[in-house]
């Protein structure tokens, strides 16, 4: 039996990772109190009806699958308030940025998109980027003697998460963050994640590893997102890819770049 109690500052969550593969997707969904994730309340290996939802990591029927979900879901008796899902690393790319100090942070958005736009040669309207401060860089000196500063940026191909906001349209569920696989993972190595929620709910749940660490981020340090223009300081990086673009495309691909800084890696994301 679910229900729900009206009582003031009783809210729960509850919230979905979902991880979907070519033939099958893994999802989790945890409930909770707004501080901590405190139940396990299924963790499953779903096949998809069809084999052509998914190709190369893509989805290409969005918002079947996302029907798909949303009667899962109601089967299941979930009250579900977020999505969180992942994309295979090697569709992500990773950037190191170092800009002025002294920018505004409007002007730092606009150099750290430019830069990355840069660096892959696509307009900016076909990307959506997240970027934070790097802490592993920060200096111990006084505020006033540091002139630079080092940005890290994360940029996945629109079209993808564009298909994952449609797949949440569908399910009827709002979309709260998309991140790489094994950042998700990497999330269930950590104890301070697991410490309130029952160990066999937790034994089920690493069954359906990247799904479980999706589920566990929203008690996380995640940044909101879409977020302001301002640049988060974020440990680790910021995991959320959704909605890019803060300014709009034509006046970024209008204007040229300043001098390049930009220390630039295309490959798998490594994070430490």
């Known amino acids: ?10 809210r729960r969550r509850c919230v979905l990772g979902l991880d979907v593969e070519l033939s099958a997707c893994r999802w989790v969904v945890l409930s909770g109190s707004q501080a901590q994730p405190e139940r396990v309340c299924c963790a499953e290996l779903l096949q998809l009806p069809a084999d052509d939802w998914v190709k190369q990591g893509h989805v290409w029927c969005a918002e ?6 949303r009667h899962h879901v109601q ?5 579900v308030d977020g ?3 992942c994309v295979d690393d090697a569709c992500i790319t990773q950037h190191v ?3 002025s100090a002294d920018l505004a942070e409007d002007d730092v958005t606009f150099q750290v998109l430019a830069e990355v736009q840069a660096a892959l040669g696509v307009s900016a309207a076909d990307l959506s980027v997240d970027f934070g401060l790097d802490a592993s860089s920060a200096v111990s000196e006084p505020e006033a003697n540091v002139r630079t500063r080092v940005y890290r940026a994360e940029a996945v191909s629109r079209f993808r998460v564009d298909a994952l906001q449609r797949v949440a349209k569908a399910a009827g569920i709002p979309l709260c963050a998309v991140e790489s696989r094994s950042e998700a993972i990497r999330r269930t190595q950590a104890p301070e994640s697991l410490s309130a929620l029952p160990a066999v709910g937790v034994g089920i749940a690493l069954q ?6 999706l589920a566990l981020g929203a008690w996380g340090s995640r940044a909101s997102w879409p977020g302001a223009a301002a640049p ?4 680790p990086l ?12 034509s006046k970024l691909s209008s204007c040229a770049p300043c001098a390049p800084s930009l220390n630039f890696r295309q490959a798998i994301i490594h994070k430490q």
């Open 64 to 69: 079947e699958l996302g029907q798909w979900l």
């Open 83 to 85: 999505l969180y899902v």
């Open 232 to 235: 988060r300081r974020l440990t």
């Open 238 to 249: 910021t995991r959320a890819l959704i909605e890019a673009v803060t300014m709009l495309p």
């Open 208 to 213: 359906c590893d990247a799904a479980f660490g």
């Open 1 to 10: 039996m679910h229900w729900k109690s009206w009582l003031p500052g009783t």
């Open 75 to 79: 089967q299941g008796g979930y009250d």
């Open 97 to 99: 940025v170092t800009l």
